[in-house]
């Protein structure tokens, strides 16, 4: 493969959105919201600022499913697993935080209480520390995306087969975290959070901060996204994709390539749970439903795959159609959100970004 000529991260126009992207989620929704006094027209309400941090982390996931499939071809029906694994991280964390200020007053977590434990399990050794929290959120969804990856992707396991077994994969993850004796809360999962880093969640500051994390992280995983496709193992990438056999004529192990972008994808999602616990007070087994992975792969076909900008768009216009309709008609959401995709794969193949090219291109 050739080497191709330096291309710049950004155009200047990029960097002028990106900037403003910055100023917008450090400067002006914070100030909206804690600045501007409720009943004013521009006031940004809690409820707006928590939907929009939750929108924010569901992008992250919709970013790391346009690497695997939109560039690599690898279509998983499991990235749900990752997520919920980042957010199991963050929520064991908290419920340590709680302290002996739960209903039972004791130092172990309430339903462990209620389950008669005496003591915690050993997965939870850690898990009164926020540096060792802050290092397994990407470390433990990292470590079963690499372990999954390394014998699938060597087994060449692909196209309808390896969505199969993701699928499978988070659901039998589902069915483990169900049970009580596994030490993860079972059905209920975590909830009752007070506070993080022993400042209390439930305060309009904290909440505006998870916010701004959540946005800074978006944008830092949108950047090293950009880095990485335009480079090398970016172009490598989308040869995998197109012609998988050619490429490995040619002398390159697609082997590594998949695997790197495969484990990099899932510690996206494992940071985005992570940051949507905190903002919306639980973490269950129900966040690795089959629904919610494939939910994923929607978001980034409606925006468009392979665009980066795109799965960003549909995520954020999806979540706001699901927040809307299940509130007016929520017994005709699950109809929609199956009818957009067909929609979506006939007529959009390329998502909106795709239609926002055509437009461009015929006007």
């Known amino acids: 493969m050739k080497n191709l000529p330096h291309t710049q991260l950004l155009s200047p126009k990029g960097w002028l959105s990106f900037a403003s992207a910055l100023l917008v989620i450090c400067l002006l929704a ?25 929108f924010m982390c569901y992008a ?41 200020d739960g209903q039972y007053q004791s130092a172990l977590p ?13 997965h939870w050794s850690f898990s009164d520390s926020l540096i060792a929290t802050l290092i397994l959120i990407p470390l433990v969804p990292g470590l079963v ?30 069915l483990l975290f169900f049970r009580n004796e596994t030490g993860f809360g079972g059905n209920n999962g975590f909830t009752d959070f007070k506070r993080i880093a022993g400042l209390t969640i439930a305060t309009p500051q904290m909440r505006m ?27 490598v990438l989308q040869a995998v994709r197109d012609a998988e056999s050619r490429l490995m004529f040619c002398g390159y192990s697609p082997f590594a390539y998949k695997l790197g972008v495969w484990t990099l994808s899932a510690v996206m999602c494992g940071v985005a749970g992570a ?55 929520p017994e005709i959401w699950l109809y929609f959100l199956g009818a957009l995709f067909i929609a979506v794969t006939l007529f959009l193949p390329n998502g909106l970004a795709g239609l926002i090219k055509f437009k461009g291109k015929t006007s």
Not at 32 to 38: A, G, T
Not at 70 to 90: C, E, K, N, P, T
Not at 211 to 235: I, M, N
Request: proline share 3%; net charge positive; hydrophobic share 55%.
């Open 60 to 100: 992250i996931c919709a970013l790391a499913m346009d690497l695997i499939w939109g560039f690599a071809g690898i279509l998983s029906l499991g990235h749900g697993l990752f997520f919920a694994l980042g957010g199991y991280v963050m929520g064991m964390y908290l419920m340590r935080q709680i302290g002996s």
């Open 275 to 329: 940051l949507y616990v905190p903002q919306v007070g639980i973490i269950n087994p129900s966040e690795m439903s089959v629904a919610n992975s494939i939910e994923i792969a929607v978001w980034a076909a409606v925006g468009g795959r392979g665009t980066l900008l795109g799965p960003i768009v549909g995520a954020f216009l999806v979540n706001g159609a699901k927040s809307w309709l299940t509130v007016s008609a």
């Open 30 to 54: 914070p100030m909206l919201n804690l600045w501007v006094p409720e009943g004013q027209v521009l006031h940004l309400s809690d409820y707006a600022v928590g939907l929009l941090g939750k």
């Open 145 to 174: 995306a690499f372990v999954f990856g390394f014998f699938a992707f060597r087994s060449r396991i692909k196209g309808v087969y390896f969505s199969i077994i993701t699928q499978a994969l988070t659901y039998a993850a589902m």
């Open 110 to 122: 309430d339903f462990m209480v209620f389950l008669d434990w005496n003591a915690l399990p050993w």
């Open 209 to 235: 901060l998870l916010f701004v994390l959540s946005g800074l992280s978006l944008l830092g995983c949108y950047l090293l996204a950009r880095w990485l496709t335009r480079s090398k193992f970016g172009r």
